[in-house]
Nanobody, 123 residues
């Protein structure tokens, strides 16, 4: 069992930056892949970024590639999402999720979810 708690969301102007954190508790977090997803009002949940269990492999949605960076510190049981050059269209609730060792871009493949953190980007 893994419990996930996101933090770091907030209100930022377009062009600004935020760093989200996904803190995990529970056994063997370092053996799980972690993904970040977001959901804007009235829209489907969409994939943002994911990292495998070791942090050695990552993948990104095309809409955030080059602006967002996912990383993890297994010693701290935490996964980060650094978001630069934020745009108003990045506004959403961001959630992290965990699954087996290899990541997936589908939210249906993830077993554990956090509650989410709101990110609002003003123009």
């Amino acid at each position: 069992q893994v419990q996930l708690v996101e933090s770091g969301g907030g209100l930022v102007q377009a062009g600004g930056s935020l760093r989200l954190s996904c803190a995990a508790s529970g056994r063997s977090f370092s053996s799980y892949a972690v993904g970040w997803f977001r959901q804007a009002p009235g829209k489907e949940r969409e994939f943002v970024a994911a990292v495998n269990w070791s942090g050695g492999t990552t993948t990104y949605a095309n809409s955030v590639k080059g602006r967002f960076t996912i990383s993890r510190d297994n010693a701290k049981n935490t996964v980060y999402l650094r978001m630069n050059s934020l745009k108003p269209e990045d506004t959403a609730v961001y959630s992290c999720a965990a699954r087996g060792a290899t990541y997936s871009t589908s939210p249906y493949d993830y077993n554990y979810w956090g509650q989410g953190t709101q990110v609002t980007v003003s123009s």
